[in-house]
């Protein structure tokens, strides 16, 4: 694993943003804000890894089939919640600081097909997001699921979900 600080991260992200044709100055700057100086960016032969493992738990029928992609967490800034989970998310003690955080301290992030990132924080928490910062879910660690210990323990190897 490669750890970069917020200036490489920087640089890495604004170029892709170029070469892509748009640029997002907004979320660059969010980014640089939100996410820690440490967090970890994993190479593409270990995502590769990840996503071998992660398809091979699907057909052990360890892992939801729809998890997605596995990817380096890329910046999000959550905006809104979705209407009919603000009160999902009242009833499980998660305040919109909390869901912030726990995608600001992704240590890995699945990209979805119905254009959604599930951010999974090393704690167990997880946070599902639209592409357009909308929250849809979130999963206090207390509440983990299945999918996320499996995903922490077995694919990413994180001590304590190792059963």
């Known amino acids: 694993m490669s750890v970069y600080n917020n200036d490489d991260r920087h640089k890495e992200h604004s170029t892709a ?6 640029s997002f100055p907004d979320m660059i700057d969010e980014y640089d ?3 820690s100086d440490n967090q970890v960016i ?3 032969e270990e995502l590769e890894k990840i996503n071998i493992d992660v398809q091979n738990a699907i057909k052990l029928g360890k892992l939801n089939a729809n998890i997605g992609i596995a990817q380096n967490p890329v910046p999000c800034k959550i ?3 979705e209407e009919h989970s603000t009160k999902r998310f009242m009833d499980r003690g998660v305040t919109d600081e909390d869901a912030q955080s726990y995608v600001d301290n992704a240590v890995i ?4 097909h119905d254009n959604r990132n599930l951010y999974i924080s090393v704690d167990g928490s997880s ?3 639209s592409k357009t910062g909308i929250l849809v879910t979130v999963i206090p660690a207390k509440n983990y699921t299945a999918n996320t210990k499996y995903i922490l323990g077995h694919i990413l190897k994180v001590e304590e979900f190792l059963w």
């Open 127 to 129: 946070v599902l997001v």
């Open 17 to 22: 943003n170029e070469l892509d044709g748009e």
């Open 109 to 112: 992030m699945f990209s979805q």
């Open 42 to 44: 994993r190479s593409t």
């Open 33 to 35: 804000i939100a996410l």
């Open 79 to 81: 905006r809104k919640s």
